[in-house]
């Protein structure tokens, strides 16, 4: 056992090793116990709030020294703790471009200047630009490493091509970065420009409107051809610029075919033939990772900006040594170790039952699908079982009772899984992630854990990775377009057919339209669903085409197709009521008042007029008076609405008084001007069979009689 004790005028640490621990694992422990951070970073709670006091100034001074020398040990000793397996990339193009020399990065790597790289470029004019030094101040989601790359940048002017030749298909790794750099002749904050490739378009009407901005792009490929193209097309008036391009071999198994979908119980397959952005990679509860400690040159930035409830989160840490990676789980270019070595545990995870959530909350563009990656490591329990949570993915279910010791058998071993998340499920233009205790488990402590996240962007169906548009500029944006123009225009000319259809209907208005009770009263609907206005022309016209005879007043009379008989124009129903006038009232319908109406010849006539507001409508007024001008029957006769006598004189001996009572006080019931006050269909019925039997025992009697 080896004892390592650091002591000072403030603090005293003492860490326990194994024996056969190298002096750069103790060294390691050391940092991550006391919440030392990486290089180009700072201790995470610290930089977080969450610890209640700062430590003394001499404790830094001290820490500081120690680090130096661990950092020696580190590197001297144990270099597989910031180099992991590191791979190494059939196809490496790394181009700084407008840079006249090499630019190499503390992280080892080696970027050609712009005449070394010349060749890959398709241009017309030969524009750069470079400075000294950049501003640092909005480089959040920079590694600090890369920042020589921004200090110079090459403008294309015209539409420009890189070609790379792939010396072997596979998964490859495209990173662009961009700064406006000044220029005394193009401003580069008004470029705007796409970058596309072969199959996929990158950027569209890309803006980089910040001068202080570091803008940093990753993108992965499944590139199937022995050569990789990038365009760069400037929008009209407009151009484009670059300031360090990576075209970089990925290992294969870095993306699977398919992955779970949220909610859970789906799959997606073919993930194969899309192309990815990464859009965040968080390493949860540790620091900043930065390319020279990451296995595929990648960055994973601290996640407290994203973390919605801070206070609720406690870092937890094992040495990244202690990582284990089983062989058909996660592996060393999945994530780094130092990514699962560090997590973020419920702060309140003794409590029985912790009533919230680790939460992260990254904003997304809309319209997109998104590939979820999460990282697990269990370095928080004491023995196998001990842990079970749930797993939320905008607020729906994605796993639920997640228990890392039946995946992996172990703790402190590397697990990940990737959800898909539609683009329908994106709500307010976010992915929130959660995490949180199991519900009804009886074992174990209520807790949840998330080590690493990554929100990749899906290419959409036109194989677009920035809005709708294709390769060729069409595709879904333009469907869109094309169909919000299509709605537009129908809607225009159904608005223009409406307002046509009204001016006629005005410049055809009765010329005592004034006179009716509303403005509504001359354009109500009253014939088989037509209502236009009939004046003598009209109606010679429509007479001509139906075969109809006129009236007196010169109006067409009859439509044989309609089978409705005599056809009145609204200003002759006017007239014979004297501009229905209440006193000419002589009852209320379901279709609304009905009216005596005396027409010129003479002839007088019940008139119905129809009421908004009235239970029936123009349609079941004319099915009942179609239904009552085609009902035939022996015992009825056609009499013009005139009844000289309600009884044939021929039958009138026949009948008996009090059937004969029976019946009409029957018809007197059911014409009465109240709902309530008519009878029902079954006393209507039993009244007539009443009125039948006495009927027919007054025939019996009167026969006995004329026989006796």
């Not at 970065?177 to 950027?203: C, G, I, K, Q």
């Not at 990254?362 to 749930?390: E, K, T, W």
């Not at 990940?416 to 992915?431: C, E, Q, T």
Request: proline residues 5%; glycine residues 8%; contains cysteine.
């Amino acid at each position: 056992m080896l004892m390592i004790v650091f002591a000072g005028a403030c603090c005293q640490t003492t860490l326990q090793t194994p024996s056969n621990a190298t002096p750069a694992a103790a060294a390691a422990t050391f940092l991550l116990a006391n919440r030392i951070a990486i290089p180009h970073t700072t201790s995470r709670e610290w930089r977080a709030g969450r610890t209640g006091r700062s430590p003394p100034f001499h404790c830094f001074l001290l820490f500081n020294l120690l680090f130096i020398i661990l950092v020696n040990s580190v590197s001297a000793a144990d270099s597989s703790l910031t180099s992991v397996a590191a791979y190494t990339p059939p196809d490496s193009y790394l181009i700084d471009c407008g840079s006249p020399q090499d630019t190499k990065l503390d992280d080892g790597r080696t970027f050609k200047s712009d005449p070394a790289s010349r060749s890959y470029l398709e241009t017309s004019e030969e524009v750069q630009t470079s400075v000294d030094y950049i501003s640092t101040v909005k480089a959040f989601s920079v590694s600090s490493s890369s920042l020589p790359l921004f200090r110079s940048a090459r403008i294309l002017t015209a539409v420009s091509k890189y070609t790379f030749y792939i010396t072997r298909p596979g998964w490859h790794w495209v990173r662009f970065y961009f700064h406006p750099l000044p220029h005394p002749v193009y401003n580069l904050t008004r470029a705007v420009f796409s970058v596309t490739t072969d199959e996929f378009v990158l950027l569209h009407d890309f803006i980089v409107e910040d001068n202080s901005a570091l803008v940093f792009k990753e993108y992965l490929f499944n590139v199937s051809s022995d050569r990789f193209s990038l365009l760069f097309k400037p929008k009209e008036r407009s151009f484009a610029f670059i300031n360090a391009i990576e075209v970089v071999s990925a290992p294969d198994g870095l993306i699977s075919d398919s992955a779970s979908t949220v909610p859970q119980g789906g799959t997606l397959n073919g993930l194969f033939q899309h192309a990815f952005e990464v859009c965040y990679r968080l390493n949860v509860g540790g620091p900043a990772i930065t390319p020279m400690n990451d296995t595929l040159s990648r960055t994973w930035l601290p996640d407290f900006p994203y973390n919605v409830f801070p206070q609720g989160a406690q870092s937890a840490s094992i040495i990244p040594s202690a990582v284990k990676y089983q062989q058909s789980g996660a592996t060393p270019y999945i994530a780094p170790s130092w990514v699962y070595a560090t997590a973020d545990e419920m702060a309140a995870s003794e409590t029985l039952q912790p009533n919230f959530n680790l939460t992260w909350q990254m904003n997304v563009d809309p319209g997109f699908s998104y590939l979820i990656r999460m990282h697990f490591c269990d370095v928080v329990s004491q023995a196998l079982n001990d842990l079970y949570f749930n797993v939320y993915i905008n607020s729906m279910m994605s796993v639920s009772g997640l228990d890392l010791s039946s995946i992996n058998n172990a703790l402190s071993t590397a697990y990940y899984a990737d959800f898909v998340l539609n683009a329908s499920s994106i709500r307010n233009g976010s992915v929130r992630v959660q995490v949180g205790p199991a519900s009804g488990v009886q074992s174990g402590i209520s807790n949840a854990i998330l080590n690493g996240l990554e929100v990749i962007k899906i290419s959409n169906s036109v194989r677009s990775l920035d809005g709708l548009f294709g390769l060729d500029g069409s595709g879904g944006g333009r469907t869109i377009m094309k169909t919000a123009a299509g709605v537009g225009l129908a809607m225009s000319v159904t608005a223009m057919l409406v307002l046509t259809i009204v001016c006629i209907r005005w410049q055809q208005r009765p010329q005592d339209w004034e006179k009716g009770n509303s403005f509504s009263s001359w354009h109500l609907p009253l014939r088989s669903g037509q209502s236009f206005f009939l004046n003598s022309k009209s109606s010679s016209r429509i007479s001509s085409m139906f075969g109809s005879r006129k009236s007196k007043s010169g109006y067409s009379s009859f439509f044989s197709n309609q089978g409705l008989g005599r056809y009145f124009s609204f200003s002759e129903l006017q007239n014979a009521t004297q501009n229905f006038d209440e006193k000419a009232v002589i009852g209320v319908g379901g279709f609304g008042k009905v009216y005596l109406g005396v027409f010129e010849d003479g002839t007088k006539m019940a008139i119905k007029r129809g009421n908004p507001g009235s239970e029936q409508g123009i349609n079941e007024f004319q099915t009942e008076i179609q239904m009552l001008s085609k009902l035939r029957h022996r015992h009825l006769c056609r009499r013009k609405g005139v009844l000289g006598k309600i009884i044939d004189p021929h039958i009138a001996a026949s009948i008996n008084e009090e059937s004969l009572k029976t019946y009409v006080e029957t018809a007197e019931k059911c014409l009465a001007e109240h709902g309530v006050d008519r009878p029902g269909m079954g006393d209507v019925l039993w009244n007539l069979e009443f009125g039948l039997a006495t009927s027919g025992d007054f025939l019996s009697n009167s026969n006995r009689s004329s026989r006796g």
